[in-house]
Each structure stands twice: as structure tokens, then as C-alpha cells.
T-cell receptor
């Protein structure tokens, strides 16, 4: 149990375009989901906390207008990177916490390359 | 603000040896997680430690938590090459998000 599906697993896009990444909890409901970014050989940096039915909470230094988060249901959160630039190239990972549960389940990650 | 420090950040060791990775954190928390990450992959959950004195073991890995010292350890016994990976500890901040350490890149020489 506790599976999180993340799509796409990799994407290449042109500068200036937008990319949407989906994170789904397949067998549980997740009131809260989290989005991380990981640069090569670095740790995971929390970007934002996504709460179902309400606005996301962004970490300091993360541009909310650039990284749009939508958590419209208890099983789906999306991250849209708008007007992507090469410096946005990174590994993006989502995680979900089962409502009322302990522990966090991570998606398989999305490698974004902006050219 | 919660800070999580891991050491060492890089560890190269021979197969068959024992070693310990340390994870210190700065504020009160009684939930600590250990994850493994292989290159190009996402995180694999190894251990969830939920109380002071918790000890969990899986194969050659054993994790413990001392909430009073704000310290967790991940002990590797008789290392094998397959354990080569990056290991992260993460601490639950107010039970609503987790903060990661910088990770320990473990390289086990055959």
C-alpha cells in the first residue's frame, strides 16, 4: 500500500514554455502533498506544501507565480513550472502523507531539462 | 528553524566493514526517517523512528533514535557493494513537513 505515482518521469522543454507535473496517491487519500527540488549531488529542498482545497504554502525563496501548485482532490496535486528557464532544470519529487497517517511516500520523480 | 546535519557527507569503505552515519537535528522532534536514494532515482523509505530509544533493523542496516540528544544513527554491518547509495535522514517539523539532511554518499569498494 501507499503508492504515489508521478508523471512524467522526464521531460524536455524549450525555454519560455510551461510544464505540468502530476502527483497522484493511488491507494490512499492525501490531504497534504509536498513538492521538492533536487539538484545534482544535493539534498532535497522543500519547495511547497500543497493542501487539498486551499492554497499551497511556499517555502522562503520559492516564486509562487513561477511554480504553480494545485491540489484539487485528495489524490492529485500538480506542479506547473511556468516560463521555464534552463536554471529550472532539476529533479522534482513529490511526496504525500496519508490523511491521519504517519510517514511520507515519495513519487518516482520528474527530471526536467529546459533547453 | 529546524536544521538537520548529517555526517559524514561522503564515505568510502571496504566490503565487510562496519560504519555509522550520524544525524543531528536542532529542535525537538520525535519522528525521524531514513531514506535511500540510488543515482537517478527517487527515495526509498528505510526506517521510520517514532519515539525515544526506537531501534529498527533491516538486514545489514540498523537505525536508532535518541530524542534527548537529538541524534539518530544508521549503522551498517559488514557492508556489501549493493549498499552503495546516498542515505538521507529527515526530521518531522511539527508533524506537518520533513526537513532533510544533506545526505551521505556511501561508496562501498568490492
Amino acid at each position: 500500500g501507499a503508492v504515489v505515482s508521478q508523471h512524467p518521469s522526464w521531460v524536455i522543454c524549450k525555454s519560455g514554455t510551461s510544464v505540468k507535473i502530476e502527483c497522484r496517491s493511488l491507494d490512499f487519500q492525501a490531504t497534504t502533498m509536498f513538492w521538492y527540488r533536487q539538484f545534482p549531488k544535493q539534498s532535497l529542498m522543500l519547495m511547497a506544501t500543497s493542501n487539498e482545497g486551499s492554497k499551497a504554502t511556499y517555502e522562503q525563496g520559492v516564486e509562487k507565480d513561477k511554480f504553480l501548485i494545485n491540489h484539487a482532490s485528495l489524490t492529485l496535486s500538480t506542479l506547473t513550472v511556468t516560463s521555464a528557464h534552463p536554471e529550472d532544470s532539476s529533479f522534482y519529487i513529490c511526496s504525500a502523507k496519508k490523511t491521519g497517517g504517519v510517514g511520507y511516500t515519495f513519487g518516482s520523480g520528474t527530471r526536467l531539462t529546459v533547453v | 528553524e529546524l536544521k538537520v546535519e548529517q555526517n559524514p557527507l561522503f564515505l568510502s569503505m571496504q566490503e565487510g566493514k562496519n560504519y555509522t552515519i550520524y544525524c543531528n537535528y536542532s529542535t525537538t522532534s520525535d519522528r525521524l526517517y531514513w531514506y535511500r536514494q540510488d543515482p537517478g532515482k527517487s527515495l526509498e523509505s528505510l526506517f521510520v523512528l517514532l519515539s525515544n530509544g526506537a531501534v529498527k533493523q533491516e538486514g545489514r542496516l540498523m537505525a536508532s533514535l535518541d530524542t534527548k540528544a537529538r541524534l539518530s544513527t544508521l549503522h551498517i554491518t559488514a557492508a556489501v557493494h549493493d549498499l552503495s547509495a546516498t542515505y538521507f535522514c529527515a526530521v518531522d517539523e511539527r508533524a506537518d513537513k520533513i526537513i532533510f539532511g544533506k545526505g551521505t554518499r556511501l561508496h562501498i569498494l568490492p
